[in-house]
Every structure is written in structure tokens, then in C-alpha cells.
């Protein structure tokens, strides 16, 4: 991960620019020659939903070394298939991955800081190979490492046929799900890893489609899964959105400690925890929620000097997520434009709508685009150069009332069963900088002195102890708080 962070207010937005309509934008399935051991242990997206699209990005992330592989996924009519930026994922991953921060100190001897914020810890984490009988090639291409086409059918198995004839094997638990795609009337995209292009983690790619559609299959996603798959969701929309069908998940933040020894907190192993026991986890944790934060600064109490973007290899720290992107994908060599960010900063209460100046599935940048609406912000304005990630998730939006929203799930293979339909949930923010309450190993901060901190006043008596002790003494209370949070859930859906 490349970013890292230094370390507002959410105002309840209106919900109308998400329509009631559950057409799917679906998450995508690996298949793998059956001559290699390829297994898909988690997957990243980001959902963008405005009034005239939605855009899904995802990048998939697996153990194992192949050579080839074939990704595939459901889309309704309409859609298209581009590449994405590393850029886009690595800032959004790292912005709002929770950060946890020690209790602030003093020593009792002399009064003189001793500890201050004493650290922070993230705890985030051929012939026609595309053809076939019954099967229709509406599309064929190259994106990014990949080779892809867009086939359609209305023939059961068709597409079971497509996959074994190029040397992917589909287990028989997922024949079925392609085949309730196939009567749902769903085209697929595929794609196959050229050859020679080798990669140990998917190059991110986006799939657009008209209109608004808060809605991803998970059946899909099962296709070469493990036990469990590990699912990060960034929501990018009017409105916080929450899945609906799946318990919540929730770190109770009473218990989070940080061990002065280490410079570690426990916040890894409540959030496990807290996964498992939701309702046998089929659970999604919101550990990031704000509005507006895009493109303006953010605050936290456990930040006190304001919330800080750093790319590696610069030294200057920018104050919003959008600027980040941007210096992020200048680090990464993904864009050569150094003045986007200046222009991010101009959008921060821009009540306008961004508009799209080309054709439906163009990309911003192609001639045949033309102008937008009067009263729109131009979509290219948001570009930087080909790093166009940014942009094209605001077409349709306004910038000031867009929330970014992270969800997170390990969710067991039985849980993939169900789609994911997102609604608008609290529009509350939820922030993912956090001061732990509990303190261990105190007393290195001021040797013999007595640390004064704030948070847990007990821990200067207890002076010793370990935060795995600590930990797992604190994790029945941990369950409980869960499984009353789960009980909860269920009473309210029933």
C-alpha cells in the first residue's frame, strides 16, 4: 500500500437519486484451468450509483500463482467493460481503513508530556475461444492484460459449455448459478489473462451501466472462492448505504486497548470477532461513513490536527481523499497531470450536477465527446489525464452530497447465496479514527513515574499486563454485545 495516513460533519441526505428498481450490477467470478490451484480469497469494489448510472469496480485478490485464469460476470444489456486505476483502490483502501490512537498521557511525576498520541496502528487489511454453439459474441476486445468479450444466450448450459471448452473448469455448484443468470436474462462479460501477462493481483476494471442499480449478486462471486471470502465495498452515492438482509456488524469501542510495548491495539481481533458471530457471518461492518469528505477535509477527536493524506515518495501532505487520488496516481506513474487536485478543491460545495459529455460507454477522453448540459460540470473536469476513476464515479452526482461509505464482510460461502441490496441506511457518520479506552503496558512511557492517561484511569494500578490477555478475557463481552446487535437485526427484519 502506497498511501498512507498522518492522521464532518454528516448531515442526513436525501435518498431520491436511488431508484427503486433491482436490476443487478454483479460482482464477477475466477475460474482457473483445473491444472492450477487458484483460490479466490477476497475481493475489493467500489459501487458508484447516481440517477443516470451505476459503475462497479473490483478487483479481485487470490492465493496462488496463474498463469491464466477467466473472470465472468452477469450484466443486464447496456453495460460496458473498462480498465481501472490501482490509484482509485489504494487511496480509498488506505483513507478510510480505521486507524486506532493511543490514550493520551502524562507522567504524574513531573507533569511533562510523556506519551502524547504514542502511535497509531491501521488495522485495515486458439481456434474461437470465445465462441460457441448457442452462444452469441456481441463483443470482442482488448482492456488493459486482459482479452474480453460480451456473449449472450438463452440456452441453459450454453455458457457451462463456453468455460469448459477454453480449459476453465466450473464445479457443479456453480452450474446452476450461471444458469439462473441465463434465465434471468443477463448477458455475461468475460475476460481471459493474455497470454504472457502474468499477475499476482487482478488490474482493477469497471463495468458501467445505465440507470440506478444498488444491487450486486453475490452468487456469482462464489465461483472459485475458498471457505470464506474477505469483501471490502466503497459506496459512492446521495445517500450512506447499508445491505439489506445481513446483520450489523459492530466493534464495541469500550473494549479497544493499545499496548504502549508494542504500539499495537486489539482492534483486529474484536473486528474478527465481531465478523464471526453476527449471525454466523453473514454480517457487513461500516467502519467508514461521511459525506462530502471527498472533497473536503475531515476532523476527528482522535485526530487533533486534522485528518492528513500522504503519498510515499512526497513530502507534502494533502487534506482530502480527491487530492490523494491524484498524488497517488502521479507516484504511480498513472498520470502525468499535476494540476487535477487544484481543481478538486474548487467542488467541495458544489451544488451542481456532474454531467457526461460523451456517449453512453465512451471514455472521457475519446473525440467524440462533446458538451454537457448548461448548468452541469463537465465530467472531464474531474480527470486527470487517462486517471479518470474519480470522474467517471461523480457522473450524475453532486459533489457536495455525495457520501463515501465502507463495508466490510468476511462472509462464509453459504452467505453467497443472496443478493446484495443496498438501501439507504442511518445517514449518520461513522469515523474511522478511533482512541483506544484500555491501556497495557503503561508504564514504559514514564519508567518508575505514574503515567496518567486518559481513557482507562484503572490501567495505572494494574501497571502490568499483556494486550492478548487483555484481549481475550474482553472477547465474551465482545460476543455478547454482538450477538444482542444480531438479535436485534432479526427482530427488526421479521
Not at 21 to 29: D, V
Not at 232 to 255: K, N, Y
Not at 276 to 287: N, V, W, Y
Given at each position: ?7 464532518f460533519l ?5 435518498a ?23 483460490v ?15 459503475v ?12 491464466e ?11 460496458t467493460l473498462?480498465v481501472?486505476?490501482?490509484a ?9 481503513s480505521v486507524?486506532i ?5 502524562t507522567c504524574?511525576?513531573?507533569g511533562?508530556g ?12 486458439g481456434?474461437?475461444?470465445?465462441g ?8 470482442r476486445g ?8 460480451t ?9 457451462n459449455?463456453?468455460l469448459?471448452?477454453?480449459g ?9 448459478v ?8 443477463f ?6 489473462l493474455?497470454?504472457g ?6 488490474t ?9 442499480n444498488?444491487?450486486l449478486p ?13 469483501i ?10 447499508a445491505?439489506?438482509?445481513?446483520a ?10 493499545w499496548?504502549f ?20 457471518g453473514r ?8 459525506q ?5 477535509p475531515v476532523?476527528s477527536?482522535?485526530a ?5 493524506y500522504t503519498t510515499?515518495g ?9 487530492a ?6 502521479l507516484?504511480?506513474g ?14 467541495a460545495a ?18 467524440s465527446?462533446?458538451e ?7 465530467a ?18 453532486h459533489p ?14 453459504a452467505a ?5 441490496v443496498l438501501?439507504?441506511?442511518p445517514?449518520?457518520r461513522?469515523?474511522?479514527w478511533?482512541?483506544?479506552?484500555v491501556?497495557?503496558?503503561?508504564e514504559?512511557l514514564?519508567?518508575?513515574a505514574?503515567?496518567?492517561?486518559d ?5 495505572r ?8 490477555g487483555?484481549?481475550l ?13 444480531a438479535?436485534?437485526?432479526a427482530?427488526?427484519?421479521?
Amino acid at each position: 500500500m502506497r498511501l498512507r495516513l498522518l492522521a464532518f460533519l454528516a448531515l442526513a441526505a436525501p435518498a431520491a437519486t436511488l431508484l427503486p428498481q433491482r436490476e443487478a450490477l454483479a460482482c464477477g467470478g475466477c475460474f482457473a484451468p483445473a491444472t492450477e490451484t487458484t483460490v479466490v480469497n477476497a475481493h475489493r469494489m467500489v459501487l458508484s450509483v447516481s440517477p443516470v448510472q451505476s459503475v462497479l469496480w473490483d478487483q479481485i485478490q487470490y492465493a496462488g500463482d496463474p498463469s491464466e485464469f477467466a473472470w465472468v460476470l452477469p450484466v443486464k444489456r447496456g453495460a460496458t467493460l473498462q480498465v481501472g486505476s490501482d490509484a482509485w483502490f489504494e487511496t480509498l483502501d488506505a483513507a478510510t481503513s480505521v486507524r486506532i490512537t493511543a490514550p493520551s498521557s502524562t507522567c504524574a511525576s513531573n507533569g511533562a508530556g510523556c506519551g502524547g498520541l504514542a502511535g497509531s496502528d491501521s488495522a485495515s487489511f486458439g481456434g474461437d475461444a470465445f465462441g460457441g454453439e448457442q452462444v452469441t459474441v456481441l463483443h470482442r476486445g482488448t482492456v488493459g492484460p486482459y482479452e474480453t468479450v460480451t456473449l449472450a444466450t438463452d440456452t441453459p448450459g450454453a455458457l457451462n459449455k463456453w468455460l469448459d471448452t477454453n480449459g476453465f473448469g466450473v464445479d457443479a455448484s456453480t452450474q446452476p448459478v450461471i444458469d439462473a443468470y441465463v434465465e434471468e436474462n443477463f448477458d455475461f462479460i468475460a475476460l481471459k489473462l493474455q497470454p504472457g501477462k502474468d499477475v499476482k493481483e487482478m488490474t482493477p476494471v469497471r463495468v458501467v451501466m445505465p440507470g440506478a442499480n444498488p444491487t450486486l449478486p453475490l452468487r456469482m462471486v462464489a465461483a472459485g472462492t475458498g471457505a470464506n471470502v474477505a469483501i471490502t465495498l466503497f459506496t459512492i452515492s446521495e445517500a450512506r448505504l447499508a445491505p439489506e438482509g445481513f446483520a450489523a456488524a459492530a466493534v464495541p469501542h469500550d473494549l479497544l486497548a493499545w499496548d504502549f510495548a508494542s504500539q499495537e491495539s486489539n482492534y483486529g481481533v474484536l473486528r474478527e470477532k465481531a465478523l464471526s458471530a453476527a449471525d454466523g457471518g453473514r454480517a457487513f461492518l461500516t467502519s467508514y461513513a461521511q459525506q462530502g469528505s471527498l472533497f473536503s477535509p475531515v476532523s476527528s477527536s482522535a485526530a487533533p490536527f486534522g485528518v492528513q493524506y500522504t503519498t510515499s515518495g512526497t513530502t507534502a501532505p494533502v487534506d482530502t481523499i480527491a487530492a490523494a487520488f491524484a498524488q497517488q496516481g502521479l507516484a504511480n506513474g498513472e498520470t502525468e497531470d499535476t494540476a487535477c487536485a487544484v481543481r478538486f478543491a474548487q467542488l467541495a460545495a458544489e451544488g451542481r450536477a456532474v454531467g457526461n459529455p460523451c456517449p453512453a460507454g465512451v471514455l472521457l477522453s475519446d473525440p467524440s465527446c462533446g458538451e454537457v448540459a448548461s448548468g452541469q460540470i463537465d465530467a472531464r473536469e474531474l480527470a486527470c489525464g487517462p486517471l479518470d476513476d474519480l470522474a467517471v464515479a461523480m457522473i450524475g452526482l453532486h459533489p457536495k452530497d455525495v457520501w463515501l461509505t465502507r463495508l466490510e464482510a468476511n462472509l462464509p460461502r453459504a452467505a453467497l447465496d443472496t443478493d446484495l441490496v443496498l438501501n439507504p441506511g442511518p445517514q449518520e457518520r461513522v469515523d474511522n479514527w478511533l482512541r483506544a479506552r484500555v491501556s497495557v503496558h503503561a508504564e514504559v512511557l514514564c519508567g518508575a513515574a505514574l503515567p496518567v492517561l486518559d481513557g482507562d484511569r484503572a490501567s495505572r494500578s494494574r501497571g502490568q499486563g499483556t494486550l492478548v490477555g487483555m484481549t481475550l478475557g474482553a472477547l465474551a463481552l465482545a460476543a455478547a454485545v454482538v450477538r444482542r446487535g444480531a438479535r436485534r437485526f432479526a427482530s427488526r427484519a421479521a
